[in-house]
C-alpha cells in the first residue's frame, strides 16, 4: 500500500507521514504540512485514519516503514491510534507546540503551514 520514498532524515528506510485533518486551523495545517513533507520527498503521505479503521494492510505497513506523526492539538487522535495499534512513530509533533492557537477559523492557513514546515524542517 505505501509508496516507496527514502527519507533524508531517516535513512534508507521507506518513511510515512500521518497528519490530522482535524475540523480546526491546526488540523488542517497537520494535514498541508503532511502534503508539502511528501511533495519535497521527506516521506510518503500516508492514510491516518486507515490505522484508525484497523485496516491490517495499513497497520502493516505502518510497522514496516519509520513514521512522521502530526497531530494538530495536544488532544492527540493521531497518537492515540498509533497506541491503539502498537505503534510508536518515530518522530512525532503537535502544531500546537509551534505557536500556533488552535481556532475554528481557516483564513492563515498558508502563513500557518508555512511557520511550522520551518519548525518541523529544522528538527529533522
Avoid: W
Wanted: charged content about 25%.
Amino acid at each position: 500500500m505505501a509508496k516507496e520514498k527514502e527519507n533524508v532524515c531517516c535513512g534508507g528506510m521507506n518513511t510515512l507521514v500521518l497528519a490530522c485533518s482535524g475540523a480546526s486551523n491546526v488540523g488542517q495545517v497537520s494535514n498541508s504540512v503532511m502534503v508539502e513533507l511528501d511533495k519535497k520527498g521527506i516521506g510518503s503521505g500516508y492514510c491516518l485514519a486507515g490505522l484508525g479503521a484497523d485496516l491490517s494492510g495499513f497497520i502493516e505497513s505502518t510497522k514496516a516503514a519509520r513514521t512522521l506523526l502530526i497531530d494538530g492539538c495536544p488532544i492527540g487522535c493521531g497518537k492515540k491510534i498509533f497506541e491503539k495499534n502498537g505503534l510508536e512513530p518515530t518522530k512525532y509533533f503537535v502544531i500546537t507546540e509551534f505557536d500556533i492557537e488552535k481556532k475554528h477559523a481557516f483564513d492563515k492557513l498558508v502563513e500557518e503551514t508555512n511557520q511550522a514546515m520551518d519548525c518541523i524542517v529544522a528538527s529533522l
